[in-house]
Nanobody, 122 residues
Framework: VQLQASGGGLVQAGGSLRLSCAASGRTFSSYIMGWFRQAPEKERVFVAA????????YFRDSVKGRFTISRDNAKNTVYLQMNSLKPEDTAVYYCAAGRRGTIYYSGMYDSWGQGTLVTVSS
């Protein structure tokens, strides 16, 4: 599956952004979809994931209550709604698709989007 992420930008602290990730192919609903982020000079880390049906979601602790993840399987798209953004959320955000495994582990994901930059100013 090929992934195309979009929606990044510059926002003030406390603001919101919605990232989108469009996928190609007819088997989108069979993929677990995840979002990772990589801040400058830091490792890429897990942010959120959603099961193929959308019935289960997972978040890193620092974004719980602020970020939501959803998907529209009819549109082959996964979303990351980010509210109450903080400067420490500044990073390049990547969407990823995987079949099975440990959702927090980047190695589980087979396909990656190109990344979209989110910058949160204080």
């Amino acid at each position: 599956v090929q992934l195309q992420a979009s929606g990044g930008g510059l926002v003030q602290a406390g603001g919101s952004l919605r990232l989108s990730c469009a996928a190609s192919g007819r088997t989108f609903s069979s993929y677990i979809m995840g979002w990772f982020r990589q801040a400058p000079e830091k490792e890429r880390v897990f942010v959120a994931a959603i099961s193929g049906s959308g019935g289960s979601t997972y978040f890193r602790d620092s974004v719980k209550g602020r970020f939501t993840i959803s998907r529209d399987n009819a549109k082959n798209t996964v979303y990351l709604q980010m509210n109450s953004l903080k400067p420490e959320d500044t990073a390049v955000y990547y969407c990823a698709a995987g079949r099975r495994g440990t959702i927090y582990y980047s190695g589980m994901y087979d396909s990656w989007g190109q990344g979209t930059l989110v910058t949160v100013s204080s």
